[in-house]
Nanobody, 125 residues
Framework: QVQLVDSGGGLVQAGGSLRLSCAAS????????MAWFRQAPGKEREFVGF????????YYAASVEGRFTIFRDDARNAVFLQMNSLKPEDTAVYYC??????????????????WGQGTQVTVSS
């Protein structure tokens, strides 16, 4: 089992950058595939990016491809989401998620058993 704590959100102007962090408890962090999701007011939670347990495979939603980068640091038991060229439509609560490793790409909410509490990102125009 793993517990996740999201942080790093805030208010930023359009075109700016933020780095989100997700700290994981436990000594088996490298046995989990990780992902980031986001949920805007009145909308369903949607997939943002995925990284497999070894960090060798990543995948992004089309809406963030080329602007966002997901990476992990197993020594720190953490996964990060670097967000550049932010747009007002990126405004949402961002959540990290984890599931036992199998390296298969998973992009739906029901694929993940463990979730962070979320961190608010607000992009002003």
């Amino acid at each position: 089992q793993v517990q996740l704590v999201d942080s790093g959100g805030g208010l930023v102007q359009a075109g700016g950058s933020l780095r989100l962090s997700c700290a994981a408890s436990g000594r088996t962090f490298n046995t989990y595939d990780m992902a980031w999701f986001r949920q805007a007011p009145g909308k369903e939670r949607e997939f943002v990016g995925f990284i497999n347990w070894s960090g060798t495979s990543t995948y992004y939603a089309a809406s963030v491809e080329g602007r966002f980068t997901i990476f992990r640091d197993d020594a720190r038991n953490a996964v990060f989401l670097q967000m550049n060229s932010l747009k007002p439509e990126d405004t949402a609560v961002y959540y990290c998620a984890a599931d036992s490793r199998n390296s298969l790409l998973r992009t739906t909410v029901r694929d993940y058993n463990y979730w962070g509490q979320g961190t608010q990102v607000t992009v002003s125009s």
